[in-house]
């Protein structure tokens, strides 16, 4: 790195030795062996986005905060990211050929071995629906497009109490099962189901929230993820 001689103000100063500081922050990182993100120039650069929100700026790390970390992490891997046009409504980004929606949570309710996914998409429709046959109908429609459009979902959450970054990746096709549901699983306004039917524990809860028009993915077992990686500081 070139030495880097200029002039700066007092007030200057005291932030950029605050931003060296907050570089410098103890962060113990742990990254799983068969993450494709498991390189040294990926956890790095993730490492030092995480670093100056959290410790310089205060903020965990979240929301726009997180993708544009995550984006700059991997092209600094070397990897091709393309950002989702604008409109698209289910995906954020493309990543060499897939296509990856990013999501985050700081929630005070995490639970370590659960992952919950407030709003997978909004569904307006989920309010105007009055059968069973048109929720499923609209139900079936909505995940046969989403997942036809998105690969995985990769979701950063933060744990307070254990000051804990985990990075974890749930993949599109635990959807599936979603598409075989009976008709009689939608007959309330607002259907909670267990997927898969009958499995002990489920992967996950699919919730058609009609009183937000939302979708909810909820306990969603980590077991079936993939955690890239963790950042204890």
Not at 51 to 64: D, I, K, Q, R, V
Request: glycine residues 4%.
């Amino acid at each position: 790195m070139p030495n880097i001689n200029i002039q700066a103000t007092e007030a200057e100063e005291r932030r950029i030795n605050e931003f060296i500081s907050a570089l410098r922050t103890p962060c113990s990182a742990i990254m799983h062996p068969e993450s494709p993100f498991n390189s040294q120039e990926f956890e790095s650069e993730f490492r030092s986005k995480l670093l100056t929100h959290h410790c310089f700026m205060g903020s965990p790390l979240y929301m726009e905060s997180f993708d544009s970390a995550f984006v700059a992490a991997c092209r600094r891997a070397g990897y091709t990211v393309e950002f989702a046009p604008e409109g698209q409504r289910f995906w954020d980004i493309e990543l060499g050929n897939r296509r990856i929606s990013l999501k985050s949570s700081k929630a005070q309710s995490l639970r370590e071995n659960k992952l919950h996914i407030s709003k997978l998409t909004e569904a307006a429709w989920i309010q105007d629906c009055r059968t069973a046959s048109t929720r499923q109908e609209r139900t079936f429609e909505l995940f046969n497009e989403y997942c036809n459009e998105v690969d995985s979902i990769i979701q950063l959450r933060y744990f307070k109490r254990q000051n804990k970054y985990e990075l974890v990746e749930f993949p599109v096709r635990l959807f599936n099962p979603i598409l075989e549901l009976d008709r009689s699983h939608f007959s309330t306004d607002g259907p909670t189901i267990n997927i898969p039917i009958g499995a002990d524990p489920p992967d996950f809860t699919l919730k058609i929230d009609r009183s937000d028009a939302k979708i909810t993915i909820a306990n969603i077992n980590k077991e079936r993820c993939l955690v890239h990686g963790t950042w204890q500081l």
